[in-house]
């Protein structure tokens, strides 16, 4: 199971978002409308970048799998479930509550906060692990997943914050 972990948690974000979207699809501050393109365009970019992202995710997850290729160790398993799981999926909560919030300035230092935690881990696990030993193809894998997440957060960060 623990080596599903970080697969389990590479999904969760955006099942998260699609199902809180849907059960909050009522809520006046999604600004979710009947007719199209129903979401704000920010949703849409979230979306794209998301998928870009998960699919990065995957297919570097996969490319462990091949028994010819790298494995990674525990340590550097550790790492990335400790980027997703204790930083990512807090500061996705938390974003939420301030989309749905009527005072999102509350959530801000919290989310701040999460994002330097995520970003150091993440930060430890491509300088620790992954700078001298990935392949031109696994960086690419990378950039996917922390780029596509990273335009992700930014535009979601918009919509709750630029409104």
Request: hydrophobic share 55%; aromatic share 18%; glycine share 6%.
């Amino acid at each position: 199971m623990r080596n599903y972990l970080s697969l389990l948690l590479l999904f969760l974000p955006a099942l998260g978002f699609i199902f809180c979207l849907y059960i909050f699809r009522n809520h006046a501050s999604l600004h979710i409308i009947s007719v199209f393109p129903f979401l704000p365009w920010q949703f849409f970019i979230i979306g794209i970048f998301g998928i870009i992202a998960t699919i990065g995710g995957v297919l570097d997850w996969s490319f462990h799998r091949d028994p010819l290729k790298l494995k990674i160790s525990k340590k550097e398993r550790d790492a990335e479930a400790a980027a997703l799981g204790l930083g990512g999926i807090p500061m996705f909560m938390l974003m939420w509550l301030a989309m749905i919030s009527a005072t999102p300035i509350f959530y801000l230092i919290p989310i701040i906060l999460f994002l330097i935690y995520t970003v150091v881990t993440i930060c430890y696990d491509e300088f620790v692990f992954h700078i001298k030993r990935c392949s031109k193809r696994e960086n690419i894998y990378h950039r996917m997943l922390v780029y596509g997440n990273g335009v992700a957060w930014i535009t979601w960060f918009h919509f709750i914050y630029c409104k």
